[in-house]
């Protein structure tokens, strides 16, 4: 017999999967998030937010709730909506101690399952609850259990607080929460059960008429008079009256001091505030609830960002976080971020783009991200796409991001094409990865622009006219003695005159191609020093973002744009529209 | 004195605290009023005391009064029918789970076998069972079998703390030879896991009563246990009387003795109050006319013929000829005289013929009663053919010696034709059966096995011979639950000619 009790598998509650059908906006969405951290991303509207709504609404802590059309699936409150969750629970959230008990299930890759009891394992046991919220069709709201011999009991509002859900919701009512209304988090945090009643009290007794000016009383005695005459209630008096939706314990809210004046902690700004609500809450019992943080940045710089967020990471809570913000998706670093579609689809963004969410975290923010494979193509693409859009692409929702390498961009474009956040990828052919480049393309279609062959320089240089050479190589700023002086080093010459570079070269295209590119001496066994100076070579030429927007200046100022017209145009017309744009026949 | 160490031990912090309880010495007490002094300390769980019979639950509820929030007393099967009836879809098993248990022979048993592989192979859960009932009590454990012994173990392993409180001396050996040795084997292995082994040795019963005779029968119990034999030559204890006599009947389970002894016999049978003892069922049957009938059969809370005829009558509605097969073993398990040669065949046959052939007399009486279950081939229809046969007997001359052992069972038998479907019938029957208590008459002749957790103030037990008390541990263990049950006084009938190894004459 072993000496030690066996010990409950898991510590914090947390939810293996959540579905939801006819909630607000969401008709069907079934979703297996992680453990820990989970990032919701997406564009405005899709359904983070309602995602974030129902999994508080499983979990919450009151029963008190007002439910309106506008909560139930296009307004069908009829057909009722629900809300459920198979979660991994510790056993000290008295799930198991209601009068009635309540049965595990066992958790399978697909979802909750029956025990096998032909399963000769010993395997440890992954058991899981099953529990749900519905709205009724006459909108009432029910928790409850679903045992495993499909009967169904009431999901107390006691086992739901142990459990615990700390919610920073994304609007400005998270003052609620430092007020003592019943059912917030501050009420939960003092659990003094009688202290409302024994204020109402004593704010009732306040002497409200004795502080009126004489006037006042005399206006209220005349009054007094009206009512007595039409046997009206008299004997008026004022006093501190509750009502309807508010009560007058709702006045009462958490102050600080500062600068040694009280001060209500709602006047502080709105990060603070937000902050403040989110200790309150996490300071009730429930030992790791689950968290929820609606749009994390609001109300905080980015520094402050990055602490919650790495405060969040840390704790061994399960958390639900929606964002916009760059600096909050760079400091998740550890956590599984999720794009939710305009569909209302939820994909899983693969641990295979933590590099890129590192580099350039508003890749997953945009609308659409296009991923190019290094600064020339970042310069070329964010012209191109301006040219045909008339202005800044950031209007549009369009981020251009740089992949950081020919096989980097591929990962990140693999990672990224099935997880419903739209991206378009601009690439070279390096003759590498035919496969994984063809497949990806199966999946983008026009939004994925790979050169049949080569590179930018490959495919634009070899249609310049001899009259458009000097133009070609000429820098914005007119000059072209960098750019000259690395074809006369591949030529040896110490001339870097044009005619003389044309002369002693045989190609001069090819000359310029190479150099552009930074392509090593044929000869393998050239010099390192050699080696080292002709691969910076490119530098000289397009290799920056500033020398890709440039490359394509020239492209439309030489009028080059026929010769490349039909593989790009597609592209710059799929990337239209994705963001709702009509497609258009030319670009100039 | 034990009594303090017992209660120490109880609410001590050890996981597995083994008590070995001999009956009168004051278990149910000690259970209860540890459980009164832990409830109110056990935060959102519950002490659980699990017991064999509803008349335990009763007890143990009696003494726990306003505390069931806190304090659930139920039987293991109970807990068993729960833990099955929540994963009755991977067990394959009905929604009606007790319904299930009862029609099927060793039922029960078979549920008990479930549980017992769902909770050791899928241990979280038990983990939630053991949070719900983060202490279980355990009464009269000896009689839980292999699978409910591993059920209450899998609770432990999940970090509930057990109470077991068990007399290995009343063990009911009815298994095989290998199910009783796993049995003494479960007992050791109990014993060497417990963090605290302590024994009640104080006979509370009798202390106001007859102490001598308390003192004499736990001496006698630790005899028995040892291996020993019962000393009945010396100082005997008051309250005990050993009376010898030989049982001269020729039949295997028949008694009877000589006039000059049986005289000391029918004294103490008019005492107020007695309870006679004795090995087997038809022994039983014997005693009874032994006694001139004047000792009513006390047949227990369970109703084997009973239950085996509700079953019945659910498996054949609509075949008569089967009914009346079923409906003729029933009466053999109740009553005698009614044999087949003489009454049975041809009740059967003229099932199976619809009652058509005109007759006369007996016979004619006999199809009346078939026609019953012909016209309503099922557990109603049984249910008339048994009513007619009370009538018969209590009016027919031809019919005088069909007597009626079992008067409760054949009774309810008959109340089964009162409800729609013969299993909630049963069930209903044996629910209010257990609500109502059966009263004890104050004079009873029972086997020894039904005679479990009775007192009775005087005690027959007989015949104390070889045939009935062989040196088995069987033996030892029916022969002290006999002794346990008398409060004032205890007779032994005890034979010279075959003398029972257990005693030293």
């Known amino acids: 017999m072993p000496e030690d009790p066996h010990q409950p598998a898991h510590v914090a509650p947390y939810i293996r999967h959540l579905s939801i059908n006819r909630f607000r906006g969401i008709e069907a969405l079934s979703w297996f998030p992680d453990k820990g951290m989970n990032v919701l991303l997406g564009g405005g509207d899709v359904g983070k937010s309602t995602i974030l709504d129902a999994i508080a609404m499983l979990l919450s802590p009151t029963n008190a709730a007002t439910l309106s059309d506008a909560d139930y699936w296009q307004r069908r409150h009829e057909d009722g909506f629900e809300i459920a969750a198979a979660m991994a629970l510790p056993l000290n959230c008295g799930i198991v101690e209601q009068r009635k008990a309540s049965w595990p299930w066992e958790w399978s890759a697909d979802g909750p399952k029956l025990p096998d009891l032909e399963a000769n394992d010993g395997q440890p046991l992954d058991p899981v609850f099953c529990v749900r919220v519905c709205g009724t069709p006459d909108f009432e709201l029910q928790h409850e259990i679903c045992q495993p011999d499909d009967s169904v009991d009431h999901f107390p509002v006691s086992v739901r607080r142990n459990i615990g859900v700390v919610r920073l919701g994304g609007d400005d009512r998270n003052d609620r929460d430092l007020r003592l209304i019943q059912g917030s988090a501050l009420d939960r945090l003092l659990g003094d059960k009688t202290l409302r009643s024994r204020l109402a009290d004593k704010i009732g007794e306040t002497d409200v008429h004795g502080q009126l000016k004489e006037s006042a009383k005399t206006a209220l005695g005349d009054l007094d008079e009206r009512f007595h005459k039409r046997t009206l209630p008299s004997q008026l008096s004022l006093g501190l009256v509750g009502g309807p939706g508010f009560s007058l314990n709702a006045l009462i809210g958490l102050t600080a001091t500062k600068d040694g004046t009280m001060l209500p902690m709602a006047s502080w700004g709105a990060g603070t505030r937000r902050l403040a609500a989110l200790e309150v809450a996490a300071a009730h019992h429930a030992e790791h609830p689950i968290m929820i943080v609606d749009e994390i940045e609001r109300g905080l710089e980015s520094y402050r960002q990055r602490i919650l967020v790495e405060e969040l990471l840390a704790s061994p809570s399960q958390v639900f976080v929606t964002t916009h913000s760059a600096a909050a998706v760079h400091a998740a670093a550890t956590a599984t971020l999720w794009y939710v579609d305009a569909g209302g689809k939820i994909g899983r963004l693969p641990a295979s783009v933590a590099a890129q969410q590192k580099r350039d975290p508003e890749t997953f923010l945009a609308r659409v991200a296009v991923i190019a494979e290094g600064a020339t193509e970042v310069g070329f693409v964010t012209n191109l796409l301006t040219r045909s859009l008339g202005e800044d692409l950031r209007r549009h929702g369009i981020w251009v991001s740089d992949g950081g390498s020919n096989s980097e961009a591929l990962t990140v474009l693999r990672g990224l094409a099935t997880s419903g956040l739209k991206v378009a990828g601009f690439a070279d052919n390096e003759g590498t990865q035919q496969g994984l480049w063809q497949q990806t393309k199966d999946q983008l279609g026009d939004l994925l622009m790979r050169w049949a062959d080569g590179c930018l320089e490959t495919n634009i240089i070899p249609h310049l006219q001899d009259h458009q050479l000097e133009a070609f190589i000429a820098e914005p700023d007119g000059d072209s003695g960098e750019r000259l002086r690395t074809l006369a080093d591949r030529l040896n010459l110490e001339d870097k005159s044009l005619a003389a570079i044309i002369a002693a070269s045989d190609d001069i295209r090819a000359l310029m191609i190479a150099a552009a590119c930074g392509t090593a001496p044929a000869d393998p066994n050239a010099p390192e020093a050699q080696k080292k100076a002709w691969k910076k070579h490119g530098q000289r030429w397009f290799k920056s973002a500033a020398g890709g927007a440039e490359l394509a200046d020239k492209l439309f100022g030489l009028g080059l744009w026929p010769h490349v017209a039909p593989q790009l145009l597609p592209f710059v017309n799929a990337v239209r529209r994705a963001v709702g744009l009509e497609a258009v026949q030319v670009v100039v | ?505």
């Not at chain 2, 039987?75 to 098993?93: K, Q, S, V």
């Not at chain 2, 078979?110 to 899928?122: I, Y």
């Not at chain 2, 049975?344 to 005109?358: D, T």
Request: glycine residues 8%.
């Open chain 2, 1 to 505: 004195m034990s009594d303090e160490t017992v209660a120490e031990a109880l609410r001590s912090a050890a996981r597995l605290v083994v008590v070995e309880a001999p009956g009168g010495c004051g278990k149910t007490y000690q259970g209860a009023s540890y459980a009164c002094d832990i409830a109110t300390a056990l935060g959102d769980g519950r002490l659980l005391i699990l017991t064999h019979t509803n008349a335990a639950c009763d007890v143990f509820a009696g003494r726990t009064r306003g505390l069931s929030r806190r304090v659930e007393i139920r039987t293991i099967d109970g807990l068993i029918i729960e833990i099955a009836g929540a994963y009755r879809h991977p067990l394959a098993l009905p929604e009606d789970i007790g319904a299930w248990a009862r029609r099927r022979p060793k039922g029960y048993d078979l549920l008990g076998e479930m549980v017992a592989r769902l909770l050791t192979r899928h241990p979280g859960i038990a983990d939630c069972v053991a949070r719900r009932y983060p202490i279980v009590v355990c009464d009269e454990h000896q009689d839980a079998s292999a699978d409910q012994h591993a059920i209450v173990m899998a609770l432990h392993r999940s970090g509930a703390q057990l109470r077991v409180f068990a007399d290995p001396m009343q063990m009911i050996f009815t298994g095989t030879q290998a199910q009783t040795a796993a049995a003494e084997q479960r007992w050791a292995e109990l014993k060497t896991a417990a963090d605290r082994f302590e024994e009640l040795d104080q006979p509370h019963r009798w202390a106001n009563i007859q102490p001598e005779l308390g003192a004499w029968i736990l001496t006698a119990r630790a005899t028995l246990r040892d291996g020993g034999k019962i000393d009945l030559t010396g100082n005997l204890p008051a309250g005990l009387t050993v009376h010898f006599a030989e049982n001269s009947s020729p039949q295997r389970t028949g008694f009877r003795v000589a006039a000059q002894e049986s005289q000391a016999i029918y004294a103490r049978a008019n005492a107020p109050s007695l309870l006679v003892l004795t090995g087997q069922n038809d022994r039983v049957t014997a005693l009874r006319a032994f006694f001139n009938r004047r000792l009513p059969i006390w047949e227990g809370h369970v109703r084997e013929g009973l239950s085996t005829l509700a079953a019945h009558c659910m498996a054949h509605q609509g075949n008569a000829e089967a009914l009346a097969r079923g409906t003729l073993t029933f009466i053999g398990s109740v009553a005698s005289g009614f044999s087949p040669s003489a009454f049975g065949n041809r009740f059967v046959l003229e099932a199976q013929q619809g009652c058509v052939k005109p007759c006369n007399g007996k016979p004619q009486h006999l199809q009346a009663m078939a026609r019953h279950i012909v016209e309503c081939p099922d557990h109603r229809g049984v249910a008339r053919a048994l009513d007619y046969l009370r009538g018969l007997a209590a009016n027919e001359a031809a019919f005088a010696e069909v007597r009626v052992h079992h008067g409760r069972e054949f009774a309810e038998a008959i109340q089964l034709g009162q409800f729609e479907n013969a299993d909630d019938g049963f069930a209903e029957i044996a629910r209010r059966r257990t609500h109502a208590r059966p009263q004890l008459p104050m004079k009873a002749i029972s086997t020894i096995h039904k005679a479990k957790g009775l007192e009775f103030e005087n005690v027959m037990v007989l015949p104390c011979d070889a045939d009935n008390f062989s040196n088995t541990k069987a033996s030892r263990a029916r022969l002290y639950v006999a002794l346990s049950r008398a409060t004032r006084s205890l007779m032994l009938i005890v034979s010279k000619e075959k003398p029972s190894p257990l005693f030293n004459l």
